[in-house]
C-alpha cells in the first residue's frame, strides 16, 4: 500500500491543484453556487477514490511483490505482468538476469581454470623439489643441510598455495574417517622432524589414553603442520619445548598445543585468523604471511571443529582442538 500511494502521489496532487483551478475560473466568470461546486467536487473526487482503489486492487499483487525484498538474485519469476509497467520490469529483470549469469558463468570457468592451473603448477613445482631432496639425502655437510632446510620452507609454501587453492572446492576433497589421535600426532611431528632441529625445539607428546576422533586425515595434517611450524617460528628459546596434550572433557574430545614461544600482544589476540593479519610478530619474523592461522580456521570450520587460542605475551601460546 505505502508504494502504491507514493506512486499515485503526484497524480493525486495535480488532481485537487487542477480541482481548484477549475473551480476558481468559474468563480472569475461570475459563479457563486457554492453547493453546486462542492457536490462536483465530491462527485469528482469519489471518481478518483474508485480510480484509486481498482487500480491498487489489479495491482495489488505486484506492489506487494515489490515491497518484499528478494530471497535471491533469480527469485522474480512471481512477479505477474498485469500492466505495461509491471511487463516491462518483467522484461528488464529476466534480461538482467541472463547477461548476470552469462557473466557469472564466465567469471567461474575462469577462476576455476585458474585453480586447475595453481593445483597442476604446485604438483609440476614438488617433483624438482623432491628430485633435489633425493639428490642432498645422503649429505651432511652444512651447504646441504642449507639446501634441505630451503627445500622444506619451499614444500610448505607450496602446500600452502594448494590448500588455499582447494578451499573453496573442500566438499569435493574431504574424506571423513575415525583416525587415533595420537598416531596422527606422532606422524605429523615425525614428518616435522627437520624443522624441530632447525629451531631447536623439542616435541613433547603426552597422552594420557588412546583417544579416536572423526577427521579428513589429510586436512587435520595441514592443520597440525601449520601449528607446528607456527609454534616453532616463534619460539626463540633456546632447548624450547612444545607440547601436545589430548583428553576428553565433556563428552568432547580435545588436542592442545603449547608453545614457549614469544607470545601474541592482547591487541592482536582479535584479529590472529582474520586473512593476512600478521601483527607485530609478523614484523619480526618476515617469513609470516598471515595465512597459516587463516587456514587453520576455515578447515577446522568445515571440518566440524572448534579452535581457541590463548596466549600471554612474552610466555607462550596454547591452541585448542575441540572435536
Avoid at 493525486?12 to 491543484?17: C, G, M, S
Avoid at 578447515?299 to 590463548?310: A, D, M, R, T, V
Wanted: hydrophobic content about 40%.
Amino acid at each position: 500500500m505505502k508504494l502504491f500511494l507514493r506512486e499515485q502521489r503526484p497524480v493525486i496532487i495535480i488532481y485537487f491543484v487542477q480541482l481548484i483551478v477549475v473551480t476558481f475560473v468559474y468563480w472569475l466568470d461570475g459563479y457563486r453556487n457554492a453547493a453546486v461546486s462542492l457536490y462536483a467536487m465530491l462527485l469528482s473526487s469519489c471518481l478518483l477514490a474508485g480510480y484509486l482503489a481498482f487500480r491498487y486492487l489489479t495491482h495489488r499483487s505486484f506492489y506487494r511483490r515489490m515491497e518484499q525484498p528478494a530471497a535471491s538474485i533469480g527469485d522474480f519469476t512471481d512477479i505477474k505482468p498485469v500492466s505495461p509497467l509491471a511487463e516491462g520490469l518483467h522484461r528488464l529483470l529476466k534480461s538482467q538476469y541472463r547477461h548476470y549469469l552469462s557473466e557469472l558463468n564466465e567469471q567461474t570457468e575462469k577462476v576455476e581454470s585458474h585453480i586447475h592451473f595453481i593445483n597442476q603448477w604446485v604438483h609440476q613445482m614438488k617433483t624438482p623439489i623432491s628430485v633435489i631432496h633425493l639428490m642432498i639425502q645422503q649429505e651432511s655437510d652444512p651447504r646441504s643441510m642449507a639446501i634441505a632446510d630451503e627445500l622444506d620452507r619451499l614444500r610448505k609454501g607450496l602446500d600452502m598455495v594448494l590448500y588455499t587453492a582447494r578451499l573453496d572446492l573442500f566438499e569435493h576433497d574431504i574424506y571423513v574417517e575415525t583416525l587415533e589421535l595420537e598416531t596422527v600426532i606422532r606422524r605429523v611431528a615425525s614428518a616435522q622432524k627437520r624443522l624441530f632441529i632447525r629451531g631447536k625445539v623439542f616435541p613433547v607428546i603426552r597422552m594420557e589414553r588412546q583417544l579416536s576422533v572423526v577427521s579428513d586425515e589429510k586436512w587435520l595434517d595441514f592443520v597440525l603442520t601449520q601449528l607446528i611450524t607456527n609454534a616453532v617460528r616463534y619460539t626463540t628459546k633456546e632447548n624450547g619445548k612444545l607440547f601436545f596434550r589430548a583428553d576428553q572433557d565433556a563428552g568432547r574430545i580435545y588436542l592442545e598445543i603449547e608453545d614457549e614461544g614469544i607470545g601474541i600482544p592482547d591487541s592482536d589476540l582479535p584479529r590472529v585468523f582474520d586473512a593476512y593479519f600478521t601483527g607485530e610478530n609478523g614484523r619480526k619474523f618476515q617469513e609470516s604471511t598471515g595465512m597459516g592461522m587463516y587456514l587453520v580456521k576455515e578447515i577446522c570450520h568445515k571440518l566440524g571443529h572448534e579452535i581457541e587460542l590463548e596466549s600471554t605475551e612474552g610466555k607462550g601460546t596454547v591452541v585448542r582442538i575441540l572435536f
